[in-house]
């Protein structure tokens, strides 16, 4: 995953796809040490920022899941994304 400084890994430009599935191994990685053996996987949802050759930066999302579900998930990501913070930030 990611960490706070949200470096890249070296190569990671050249490699759109090997750059993705790092991030799930390392995923994964965490998962297993947090929970062991004692787990399943259950609903995904990924979100992956797209740049363009020409500068553009789009999302792209995946929510295999009832649309209120996805939702769901999402706040409560931003929830703890904002807890790692300090709490909501002022737009």
Do not use: C, H
């Not at 759109?16 to 995923?27: D, F, K, N």
């Amino acid at each position: 995953m990611a960490d706070a400084g949200d470096q890249e890994e070296p190569g990671a430009e050249g490699n759109p796809r090997a750059r993705l599935m790092q991030e799930v191994a390392e995923q994964m990685d965490a998962i297993e040490t947090e929970f062991g053996d004692a787990y399943k996987i259950g609903r995904v949802i990924t979100i992956v920022e797209v740049i363009k050759p020409d500068g553009d930066v789009e999302l792209r999302l995946r929510a295999g899941q009832f649309p209120w579900v996805a939702l769901g998930m999402l706040r409560f990501a931003q929830m703890v994304v904002e807890s790692q913070i300090g709490g909501p930030q002022p737009e």
